[in-house]
């Protein structure tokens, strides 16, 4: 019974979005590589958050069924909770992204037309959103920063 909970499991954090891209799934060893302030912030803002992002680099993160292990205490989670979502670029990185045209600055960061697969992460002290470029990449924001990571 316990193998049949973990298989349903698994093929719910696996995306199959309607638009025809490919299937995303956040399970497995991740590392940060970049780190940019949002294109939200104001010019002020970005030298501070850049040094701010340069912080996490580098950080690997395992997203195991149940749990998220880091050395980075701040995504570690013992009751990980994933739910998938797909949004529309007017609402990627909490809406944030700058107006009028939502859509060419989520072209900028690397998105595709079309929405966008992603996953909540829920855990008892915090609450990650991943929006995905492709299977091997994601991005998520945190203070302003934007992050992208990639499957190792």
């Not at 395992?62 to 670029?89: D, G, T």
């Not at 909490?94 to 600055?105: S, Y």
């Not at 037309?113 to 990650?128: F, L, M, N, R, T």
């Amino acid at each position: 019974m316990k193998s049949v909970s973990f298989a349903i499991a698994l093929a719910a954090l696996t995306i199959a979005p309607a638009s025809g891209a490919p299937s995303v799934s956040i399970i497995g060893d991740w590392e940060i590589v970049e780190a940019i302030p949002g294109p939200w912030t104001t010019a002020d803002e970005r030298p501070r958050l850049t040094s701010a992002g340069k912080y996490l680099m580098n950080t690997a993160i395992s997203f195991k069924p149940k749990e998220i292990v880091s050395k980075q205490k701040m995504f570690i989670c013992k009751r990980a909770i994933y739910e998938p979502n797909s949004l529309e670029h007017d609402a990627l990185f909490q809406g944030n992204l700058p107006e009028p045209n939502p859509a060419a600055a989520a072209a900028r960061l690397g998105f595709q037309k079309g929405d966008v697969p992603g996953v909540d992460v829920s855990c008892v002290k915090a609450k990650y959103v991943f929006h995905f470029l492709d299977r091997d990449t994601a991005m998520t924001t945190i203070n302003n920063v934007i992050y992208t990571l990639k499957r190792r």
